[in-house]
């Protein structure tokens, strides 16, 4: 079995930016990429997808962007910049799914890790930075189960062109759920159908995008992540185009359908009409399965964590998770700032159970 210093699960903005700041402190990292490059989920986003904060806020530690810094990125560029991170990055990177993580169990200098092709290996610590999108979130909607039509999530939604000529019916109130029902607007005849009314919030304010503003007020590193029971509503962000798309009902919008009888939905006024597609655009939920083995999650799979560091286990820690510190935890501008946090946890943890001997770390206790 091969012995490490700390394995990262994950090696997207999360894992990378972990792996960063762990070589800053003079450990060894090993980054397990459980697909065929280091670039997370970036690759498999819709094909129009585009940031919403510019080039000069959307940068990992150590290297800019590039490019005008006030422009704002395509999917497409993030995926290169993260492949040059990466390749600038040095760290032991594995990817391909033969390196995905299966499990994670306690031992007794750490961790015990099973691999998909079967090999285990030994971590004196984890960073779990597998973030969010690997789980799509399709929430249980009234009669949903029973619908005659299809039936997708925004992760596997990649261009309008299929949806020509149909009726489509988008759920959701967020960035992705009304950037996507505006483009497949101009394909087919779509509603954006939600629990709540859709909050905007304008891109840019006296001639300055919103993350300035968030950073010049301290509002995007305040540390009030763990004070939430659960991830705040977010605004979409918008330079005026979505609101006017709405405005002009491409899409309309409408409370969520109360009902489904085959393919027809029924809405909140009693109406009914035959749909040919709804996607969800509902959002993401922690990618942990593989740590249910340590009981290091809770009931609904998301993991008990105090900032990032595991309330069960010495030694387990986390990198990229929603609000896990602040409202840009999980962004490629603020997970820098939480990784090095963690990094430094983990590297003073691997100091102390180096002068106690084996056997130091493990589950907590009382």
């Given at each position: 079995m091969e012995h490490i210093d700390v394995a990262v699960i994950g090696g997207g903005q999360s894992g990378l930016a972990a792996a960063h700041s762990l070589r800053a402190l003079g450990l060894t990292p090993v980054v397990l990429e459980a697909s065929e490059q280091a670039a997370g989920s970036w690759p498999g986003y819709y094909d129009s997808l585009t940031l919403f904060s510019p080039a000069a806020h959307s940068s990992l530690p150590g290297m800019p962007f590039g490019g005008d810094p006030a422009r704002y990125p395509h999917r497409d560029e993030v995926v290169a910049y993260l492949l040059r991170y990466a390749d600038r990055l040095d760290a032991?990177?594995?990817?391909?799914?033969?390196?995905?993580?299966r499990e994670v169990r306690a031992a007794d200098e750490g961790?015990?890790?099973s691999l998909a092709d079967g090999e285990r290996v030994s971590a004196r610590a984890v960073v779990a930075a597998s973030g969010t999108f690997g789980r799509p979130h399709r929430p249980g909607l009234p009669g949903l189960d029973s619908f005659a039509g299809k039936v997708l999530h925004a992760a596997d939604h990649r261009s309008p062109e299929p949806y020509a000529g149909q009726r489509v019916v988008v759920v959701g109130a967020g960035n992705s759920a009304v950037q996507i029902a505006a483009e497949l607007a101009?394909?087919?005849?779509?509603?954006?159908a939600s629990r709540h009314?859709?909050?905007f919030a304008r891109?840019?304010?006296f001639g300055r995008d919103l993350h300035w503003w968030l950073t010049r007020t301290g509002l995007d590193v305040l540390p009030v992540g763990h004070f939430l029971n659960a991830p705040p509503r977010q605004p979409v962000i918008d330079d005026g185009r979505y609101r006017a798309s709405i405005?002009?009902?491409?899409?309309?919008?409408?409370?969520?359908f109360t009902g489904v009888d085959g393919a027809k939905v029924t809405w909140a006024d009693g109406s009914t009409e035959e749909v040919d597609t709804v996607l969800l655009a509902t959002g993401y939920r922690p990618d942990l399965s593989y740590l249910a083995p340590l009981g290091a999650l809770d009931a609904h799979g998301h993991p008990r964590h105090h900032e990032g560091m595991s309330l069960t286990h010495r030694g387990l820690a986390y990198v990229g998770l929603e609000w896990q510190r602040s409202l840009s935890s999980n962004s490629l501008r603020g997970v820098g700032?939480?990784?090095a946090r963690t990094a430094r946890r983990i590297a003073a943890h691997l100091a102390r159970e180096h002068e106690a001997g084996p056997g130091a770390g493990g589950p907590l206790r009382g």
């Open positions: 032991d990177i594995r990817t391909r799914t033969r390196t995905r993580v961790f015990t890790l101009e394909k087919a005849r779509v509603t954006l009314p859709v909050r891109q840019c304010t405005a002009a009902n491409a899409p309309d919008q409408r409370p969520l700032r939480d990784a």
